[in-house]
């Protein structure tokens, strides 16, 4: 899956999922240093998680994320 929304982000250039690996492109929302990279990212932001939904902030289901 982050293989294919990286692509979508990227229009369709494989160069940047090439380039940059996975863990930094659509780091692990439940580590700390994939919470501090992600919020680094630029925006749109790809996040991995297999996080149960009822662990998830309050504030992700009035967001503008896609899922």
Same mark, same amino acid.
């Given at each position: 899956m982050l293989e294919i929304l990286s692509l979508? @982000?990227?229009d369709g250039d494989p @160069?940047?999922?090439r380039s940059v690996p996975n863990w930094d492109r659509g780091p692990w929302l439940e580590t700390g240093?994939?919470?501090r990279r992600a919020r680094?990212?630029?925006r749109? @932001?790809?996040i991995s998680s297999h996080l149960p939904v009822h662990?998830?902030? @309050?504030?992700?289901?009035t967001s503008k994320a896609k899922v």
């Open positions: 979508i @982000r990227s @160069r940047w999922c240093l994939g919470l680094g990212n630029p749109p @932001r790809l662990l998830f902030p @309050r504030a992700f289901f």
